[in-house]
């Protein structure tokens, strides 16, 4: 026995070392502190699954709890651990609950467990399913180098010109009522339908839906010209706008 | 009221420094009381471009950390009334330029100025925003090249969206072109991009057309803003820009080749 604790000693082995590790643990939402309900309810649950509290560990989660009208002076934690223990359970600790109920279970001697964040307020989110409105954007001053400009689920009118070096990005359809310069993208979540039109065609990109012509790709009968874009069969097609 | 006058451009080397020091000379010469900035804190020019390096004591940066007084750091130009330079610290960076800072400055500046130029240095990083933020108005210098022209598309750019006026939603600040370094015969030749094709791109009304003149580079040298130069090209063009910054229709000058000689007429075609 010496001789064993002294080779502990030796390899210098501490008595514990702490690991993090994550649990399942059951949650008691906690809704009033009326002690006569709560063992009632409690007698009920333990009638309908009674192999189920057997020393359980739980979570006292006190986000739905209503504050006490006569104030805090009548929370009593202790009592409260002493008949959840009394009927199979363990608590180890709260969560949520406002400072000054957290304070009194901490003096109980309940630890505070981090707030469940998201938890309530992911619940509560409506879920979207109708379409968002169509909504267009009108620049009316030129776009500059540098500029990039995003029409979110609507069509880009810019009644300027588009220097080079700068962006127009529409989720619709693009227009500009003066020289195109630099980059239009139309229809860029995918929308193969969509068009773009510009009074002077210099761009250094076109795309419509992902589909792409480089400035040099594009034909110099083209170059300067009125002329709308869209896609045929997966391709893009430059026309001249007739007047 | 005092107007506050940003001379930028984006792209260096294009003539902001020689324009700031013409511009300013030019109002003061008129009997504005003007003040320049150079706001190229870590590489001091205009001192040099106005010849008053040597007097030099206290720097923008040091009223900014209150270091020292306005007074104190203004230096006087010796030989134009009304005229004075704000130098930039050269042993600094341009970190040095807070908004706070440069709002109270200019601030100060305003009580005893009519106008203040604000020599911006090259970049779209903080010493340029700094000085175009508080502009009521820009001088966009560009040259008669595409990449400096580019350069100058993304400072209107960054002036519509980024100065005081864009952010607080005053009238824009007014912008006004000045094309340097212009040589008419290699325009024609199509070496260099027309008056045209530049008011096509930026798409601003033009200011004034500096000619490519070797006298920029003797007065600069010599410390001389070139609008001081009578009778050249460059100091009458810019003395040309000063008139119509205030109001004054002026034709341009400079932007068409110098008319050819009998001889060259007569041998020059074909």
Not at chain 1, 199 to 207: C, H, R, V
Request: aromatic share 6%; net charge negative; hydrophobic share 40%.
């Amino acid at each position: 026995m010496l001789l064993r604790s002294s080779r502990f000693a030796a390899e210098n082995i501490p008595p514990f070392e702490l690991k993090g590790s994550l649990f399942t643990l059951t949650v008691l939402h906690l809704f009033q502190l009326d002690r006569a309900a709560i063992e009632r309810h409690l007698v009920e649950k333990v009638k309908q699954a009674p192999s189920f509290f057997n020393n359980t560990p739980v979570v006292i989660d006190l986000e739905g709890l209503a504050e006490p009208p006569k104030g805090l002076d009548g929370v009593d934690f202790n009592s409260l651990y002493e008949l959840l223990r009394g009927h199979g359970m363990a608590p180890v600790g709260i969560r949520n609950g406002s400072p000054e109920l957290q304070a009194v279970a901490r003096q109980a001697g309940l630890p505070v467990l981090p707030d469940s964040r998201s938890s309530a307020s992911a619940v509560k989110k409506p879920e979207r399913t109708e379409l968002a409105p169509i909504r267009n954007r009108i620049i009316n001053h030129p776009v500059r180098s540098g500029q990039q400009i995003y029409a979110a689920d609507g069509d880009l009118i810019v009644l300027g010109t588009v220097s080079a070096g700068a962006e127009l990005i529409a989720d619709g359809n693009i227009h500009i009522y003066g020289t195109l310069r630099g980059r239009a993208l139309a229809g860029v979540k995918g929308d193969i339908e969509t068009w773009i039109f510009c009074q002077s065609l210099e761009a250094e990109l076109i795309s419509i839906a992902g589909r792409y012509r480089i400035s040099e790709q594009i034909d110099s009968t083209d170059w300067g010209k009125a002329v709308q874009i869209h896609l045929v069969d997966d391709r893009l097609v430059i026309d001249h706008l007739t007047r | 009221m005092a107007t506050v006058i940003v001379v930028t451009s984006g792209k260096g080397g294009v003539g902001k420094t020689t324009t700031s020091a013409s511009f300013a000379t030019g109002l003061a010469q008129r009997g504005y009381r003007t003040v320049v900035i150079d706001f190229d804190v870590g590489l001091r020019n205009l001192d040099l471009i106005m010849g008053c390096e040597r007097r030099v004591v206290y720097d923008f940066v040091n009223i900014i950390n209150g270091e020292a007084n306005l007074n104190q750091a203004l230096i006087r130009d010796k030989r134009v009334e009304n005229l004075h330079i704000l130098p930039a610290s050269q042993t600094r960076d341009k970190e040095a330029l807070t908004k706070e800072g440069v709002d109270r400055v200019l601030n100060e500046l305003r009580q005893s100025f009519e106008y203040i130029v604000c020599d911006s240095p090259a970049g779209i990083e903080r010493g340029a925003l700094m000085a175009l933020y508080f502009a009521d108005e820009a001088l966009v210098v560009t040259n008669p090249e595409v990449s400096s022209v580019r350069d100058s598309d993304r400072i209107l750019g960054i002036l519509a969206s980024r100065s005081r006026r864009a952010e607080q939603g005053d009238p824009p600040v007014k912008e006004h072109l000045v094309l340097a370094r212009y040589a008419p015969e290699r325009a024609d030749r199509g070496d260099m991009l027309s008056v045209e094709d530049v008011l096509e791109i930026l798409g601003i009304p033009l200011l004034g057309v500096i000619p490519e003149s070797q006298t920029v580079l003797q007065s600069s040298n010599a410390g001389v803003p070139v609008i001081l130069e009578d009778g050249s090209d460059a100091g009458t063009a810019y003395g040309d820009l000063v008139d119509r910054f205030l109001g004054k229709n002026l034709p341009h000058r400079f932007i068409t080749p110098q008319k050819k000689g009998f001889l060259k007429r007569l041998f020059g075609k074909g």
